[in-house]
């Protein structure tokens, strides 16, 4: 081989690196560090792995929707939109290293001696096949769907033109106004800005990096239920998390399953809704009621839905009513309209977009 040819595979292998670091560092270590803070708010579980990362997972979605409101309708370059998203999580994180960093060490003890427990539980260490087997074939084979067209298309638009849902991604052309269906769940404006910080295409982060991480984030949803369960001696973990592998690895009789939507096309933002962040909605919900309503629980709440802002227009209304059904079973248990007016703040960006959507449609 000529020696240019070396340095170009030396080249692009050693870009290969750098991309995957960058990816461990977005996709597991920033969010493992970030979800700390929301410790503050559930204590009890603050040596779990699996909260700090879908707490961490939240709290950037949320933090990614407040940025990209502005920068759609101030028209900030797609960068500008990068930068600023990249600077806040890294501020995030050394806020997080500075008042949760004790707790880093412990819980990683903790995880490793709760592996040690699962090794000896036949039904979670089959689950956890089955688990990795599901994320081997839907990153090994491709499937095809025509959202993707938009979904795709739009986050490739948006980092080739350095523009934020400026440009459509059908045509090409300018669009003469603001896209409503779309603006107020800029979920494509995510993949881009991962793509401008890792290099890597939003068709490769949709359809290969996406799914293995947004996969085991939705089953640590149901892991977290699990283990809420088996303390309650409701179930077994290890069954919970068997049955419900299993119930969503064969759900491709309808198209319209949680787990085909979860197992076909996890990177689009209405499936990721429903594969993990409704569920995620009701188990917090669960778990701050069951330790009691605290003011500062509405920080919580409020990042949770502005998370579902982000991922699906649906997410602003389906969020708020998962939220809020628990919130009024509350009041009717404690006969108070304190859970009620405690959720109202808590929603306010699903107000405000909901309004604007009525005002410009």
Avoid at 257 to 285: E, N
Avoid at 315 to 331: Q, S, T, Y
Wanted: charged share 10%.
């Amino acid at each position: 081989m000529p020696r240019g040819g070396q340095v170009s595979v030396s080249l692009s292998r050693n870009m290969m690196i750098v991309q995957l670091v960058l990816i461990l560092l977005i996709f597991l270590v920033v969010p493992y560090f970030v979800g700390g803070l929301a410790e503050l708010c559930l204590p009890a579980w603050k040596n779990s792995v699996a909260f700090r990362l879908l707490s961490g997972y939240m709290i950037a979605f949320a933090v990614f929707e407040l940025l990209a409101l502005p920068a759609l309708f101030l028209k900030w370059p797609m960068h500008s939109l990068t930068i600023s998203y990249g600077v806040v999580m890294v501020v995030l994180t050394a806020v997080s290293l500075i008042f949760c960093r004790k707790c880093v060490v412990t819980a990683l003890r903790e995880t490793a001696a709760s592996f040690s427990k699962i090794k000896k539980q036949a039904l979670y260490i089959l689950a956890v096949g089955l688990i990795v087997l599901q994320v081997v074939f839907v990153t090994t084979h491709t499937h095809i769907d025509d959202d993707d067209a938009f979904y795709v298309g739009s986050a490739e638009t948006a980092v080739v033109t350095d523009t934020v849902m400026e440009v459509n991604p059908y045509t090409g052309e300018l669009y003469d106004s603001v896209p409503v269906r779309y603006a107020f769940s800029p979920f494509m404006n995510w993949n881009a800005a991962l793509s401008q910080m890792t290099g890597m295409k939003p068709v490769t982060l949709a359809h290969t990096v996406m799914p293995i991480f947004f996969i085991m984030l939705s089953y640590l949803v149901y892991a977290l239920f699990g283990r809420w369960l088996s303390e309650k001696k409701a179930i077994n973990e290890g069954l919970f998390m068997l049955i419900t592998t299993v119930v969503l690895g064969f759900s491709g009789y309808s198209v319209y399953t949680q787990g085909t939507f979860m197992l076909t096309r996890i990177s689009q933002g209405k499936a990721l809704l429903a594969a993990c962040l409704l569920p995620a909605v009701l188990w917090y919900a669960l778990m701050v009621i069951e330790k009691g309503l605290a003011k500062r629980d509405m920080i919580l709440f409020f990042v949770l839905m502005t998370a579902c802002s982000l991922v699906s227009q649906m997410g602003i209304m389906l969020g708020v009513i998962v939220f809020g059904a628990v919130m009024i079973l509350l009041a009717i248990e404690k006969k108070s309209l304190r859970p009620i007016i405690f959720a109202i703040p808590c929603c306010l960006v699903n107000i405000i977009c909901s309004a604007a959507y009525v005002l410009m449609r």
